[in-house]
């Protein structure tokens, strides 16, 4: 049956992966801001995070306190001409809006998990992601449940989705 609809011998494009191993794949994490200024003493205080003028955000670097997180390649398997290497982006849209950037579902889950370590509650917190690919978001449920709770599936198109998400009382 396979053989002659052609299905076995046609081949997949290549699917494009980040220089840590994983598959490509855009994610928008969005974060409420609460208090600017003690957030952004934070980002001042990690190593990891530079800020580019004249692009008006910050970059999230694969060194220092970000370098022990685990990827397909490790940081010691990347070369080291390359590094370090960008984990993604940070920009802050209004007083009350961070948008992180990231371009592969583990890297998002290590954002979210890094982060919710080094940003306290009273700094912000995350509220929700896009995805763009559908297939992602049970895995996805799976570890922002353990913190928070979907409240709302909304903005579904074919190509993404968007997750709401309240942080659960954990007294």
Do not use: H
Not at 2 to 8: A, L, N, P, R
Not at 146 to 162: D, F, L, Q, Y
Request: glycine share 4%; charged share 30%; net charge positive.
């Amino acid at each position: 049956m396979f053989s002659e609809s052609g299905f076995i011998e046609k081949q997949s494009e290549p699917m494009g992966c980040t220089i840590t191993g994983e598959p490509d794949q855009p994610v928008r994490s969005y974060y409420e801001i609460r208090q600017k200024k003690a957030l952004l003493g934070r980002f001042k205080r990690l190593k990891c995070i530079d800020y580019e003028k004249e692009s008006k955000r910050w970059v999230w670097l694969y060194y220092e306190e970000a370098k022990n997180l685990k990827f397909t390649k490790s940081y010691k398997d990347i070369a080291k001409e390359y590094r370090p290497i960008i984990l993604g982006y940070l920009r802050i849209k209004s007083d009350k809006e961070l948008l992180v950037d990231v371009c592969s579902f583990k890297r998002a889950i290590q954002a979210i998990l890094f982060f919710d370590k080094r940003i306290n509650l009273s700094c912000g917190f995350i509220t929700s992601v896009l995805l763009i690919n559908l297939i992602k978001l049970i895995l996805l449920n799976r570890l922002i449940s353990k913190k928070c709770s979907i409240v709302e599936i909304g903005k579904i198109t074919r190509e993404s989705i968007m997750l709401s998400v309240q942080r659960k009382n954990n007294n």
